[in-house]
């Protein structure tokens, strides 16, 4: 049965950094793409990031071009996203998803969920 657990998430002060992971099982990852999401109460649910499974495409919203980094270690079957220069408005809840082969910010895209962990920027 095909899994993915979040982790990594907490509360950062502004311009703080933390590295969020999506751990994969049931499946192999090099045939999937990983994508990244978040939702803030009261927001629609927005994609931030992208990988596919053999890395070569990545894609990232305009919001967060610059200060966030996706990575994926197939042998680990993990995807990560390095956040930096984290912002209050970055506060939400980041969640991964999986899908064949293809990368995509589109939630309609994506077959799998993880449930998501807490990213809270505050001072």
């Known amino acids: 049965q095909l899994q993915l657990v979040e982790s990594g998430g907490g509360l950062v002060q502004p311009g703080g950094s933390l590295r969020l992971s999506c751990a994969a099982s049931?499946?192999?990852?090099?045939?999937?793409?990983i994508g990244w999401f978040r939702q803030a109460p009261g927001k629609e649910r927005e994609g931030v990031s992208c990988?596919?499974?053999?890395?070569?495409?990545?894609n990232y919203a305009d919001s967060v071009k610059g200060r966030f980094t996706i990575s994926r270690d197939n042998a680990k079957n993990t995807v990560y996203l390095q956040m930096n220069s984290l912002k209050p408005e970055d506060t939400a809840v980041y969640s991964c998803a999986a899908a064949y082969y293809y990368c995509s910010l589109d939630n309609d895209h994506y077959d799998y969920w993880g449930q998501g962990t807490q990213v809270t920027v505050s001072s």
């Open positions: 049931g499946f192999t990852s090099d045939y999937y793409a």
């Open positions: 990988i596919m499974g053999s890395g070569r495409t990545l």
